[in-house]
């Protein structure tokens, strides 16, 4: 079966997030004042071909561990949607 993974990687809330903080000050040039603690990250998605859903997590899991996010500074959260 094929599945495809939604995955959002962003930073530690305890870490600084110098590219949110220079959004969230653009908010208030903008005219958004009330805009604030911007954080921004990424999102990826990928396909994987797996036997079940729960082996499709496990390989998602594992990508997201080993390469995708660094788990010094990110964390990561993922959806899993059959194709």
Excluded: W
Excluded at 38 to 46: A, E, F, W
């Amino acid at each position: 079966m094929k599945f495809k993974a939604e995955i959002d990687v962003m930073p530690l809330e305890a870490l600084l997030d110098p590219q949110g903080k220079a959004v969230t000050g653009s908010m208030k040039n903008l005219g958004l004042p009330e805009i604030e603690n911007v954080r921004i990250g990424k999102h990826i998605t990928l396909l994987v071909e797996a036997a079940s859903e729960e082996d499709a997590k496990t390989k998602v899991d594992t990508a997201c561990a080993k390469l995708l996010a660094n788990p010094i500074m990110e964390f990561y959260t993922f959806s899993l949607h059959q194709q």
